[in-house]
């Protein structure tokens, strides 16, 4: 009996051992692109966060171009009534309390938000129509929705995107207004929060403690030049990085009180979470008043918000010396970034500073008046590389990469 002939035709297919190979290569090739996207997703936020730097540079170099000097931090109209001795009794007078960024607004193409500060400003909200004074009210007063002032003056709440990092994802309430940058004052923490005034008054004691400290390229209340700058535009920074609150503890945004922190700025590592290095295990002295938090408002010159300095290498411990944690302190770079953050040299030129930066002694207290020794005032910064590139005229030599 002959056997038919066979069909040509085979059935075609995966079978399951093929199928599961496959799904199993193409888990494995998503594995290892999903992290190569996300680096240059974050490498492209960098490059932007670097570009907004190189923008306010620009701002700096074309006001003091016009001026001659830099931007004041620390100003607008000075204050003729008060609460007791320091503080303004009505909005109209916010007594010297609006950041460098204020100033620079005309330089970064915020041109329409510069009339809006600097000129009386009518606001109608819930029916009410109330009139702010040219250089509205006092940034804090409104930032934290604290006193009498309305939030309805909205420069303050404005987000500025040229201030703002890509990779930094805090955004709105209860901050307003978030700023990632700040000028940098330098390796010091006396007399760097109010500058030097006593009891809104200048005088030959204040004048002197905050000369021997203010060591930056900017001050407060003060202004500066880039003759000012006698280590070199390229050798010292103008303004560093930092992030802004998130509300989750951060050691970077949320500061603690350091007690003795002018002496020893490690003072508030004894509360950082040992298990969770880079989040506090400790609760806040005040947890409600947002002036504590880092990177509020871009238009006030509060110490965390616009402000930085040269102590503790980038992204370590923001640790006060106020008891409401919103006074002098370490208030050191941060970022989003791997790695590091971003500061501005007074060059207009961007760098990217790495944790590892080399920071000298971070147990010893800084330069500051009636000490000797390290902390003699005119001596080299004891912080290293890290303080030499905080300090605008103090003749170290910059002989290392950074």
């Known amino acids: ?50 570009n907004n730097f190189k923008q306010i540079g620009l701002g700096i170099h074309n006001y003091h171009s016009a001026y001659n000097k830099m931007p004041k931090h620390g100003t607008g109209p000075q204050a003729v009534r008060a609460i007791g001795s320091n503080w303004p009794q009505e909005r109209d007078f916010q ?36 009139t702010y004074p040219a250089w509205g009210a006092v940034p804090w007063g409104v930032v934290a929705q604290t006193n009498n002032y309305s939030t309805d003056w909205t420069p303050c709440f404005t987000d500025v995107n040229t201030f703002r990092c890509p990779s930094d994802p805090g955004f709105g309430l209860p901050l307003g207004g978030r700023s990632n940058y700040g000028v940098c004052y330098g390796d010091a923490i ?49 303004m560093g990085e930092n992030n802004t609150d998130l509300g989750d503890e951060h050691i ?21 979470e040992v298990s969770r290095p880079t989040f506090w295990r400790t609760s806040p002295h005040n947890n409600n008043f947002v002036e504590t938090k880092r990177g509020s408002c871009w238009a006030g010159v509060t110490m965390g918000w616009t402000m ?60 500051s008046f009636g000490q000797s020794g390290v902390r003699a005032p005119g001596s080299a910064s004891p912080y290293g590389l890290w303080g030499s590139l905080g300090t605008r005229a103090s003749k170290e030599v910059i002989d290392e990469e950074f």
């Open 1 to 50: 009996m002959s056997q038919l002939p066979r069909s040509p035709y085979r059935p075609r297919g995966f079978t399951l051992v093929e199928l599961l190979v496959v799904i199993a290569i193409i888990g494995v090739l998503v594995g290892l692109l999903l992290p190569a996207v996300q680096a240059a997703r974050e490498a492209a936020r960098r490059m932007s966060c670097s």
């Open 95 to 130: 007594h010297e309390r609006l950041s460098a960024q204020v100033g620079l607004l005309p330089f970064v193409e915020q041109q329409a938000l510069w009339e809006q500060i600097s000129n009386p400003l009518i606001v109608t909200s819930g029916g009410t129509t109330e």
């Open 190 to 238: 006396d007399y760097m929060s109010f500058g030097p005034y006593t009891n809104w008054a200048r005088n030959v004691r204040a004048d002197a403690e905050y000369n021997a400290s203010a060591r930056g390229c900017f001050g407060i209340y003060t202004q500066t030049a880039f003759r000012d700058v006698l280590d070199g535009l390229s050798n010292t920074i103008c």
């Open 252 to 272: 970077t945004t949320s500061p603690r009180h350091g007690g003795n922190v002018e002496n020893n700025p490690t003072n508030c590592s004894g509360q950082i």
């Open 308 to 367: 930085c300095n040269t102590i503790l290498p980038p992204n370590r411990e923001v640790c006060s010396t106020g008891q409401n944690t919103a006074g002098g302190g370490t208030w050191t770079v941060s970022s989003r970034h791997q790695g590091g953050a971003h500061v501005l040299m007074a060059d207009g030129a961007v760098r990217f500073i790495t944790d590892s930066i080399e920071a000298g002694d971070s147990k010893v207290g800084p330069v």
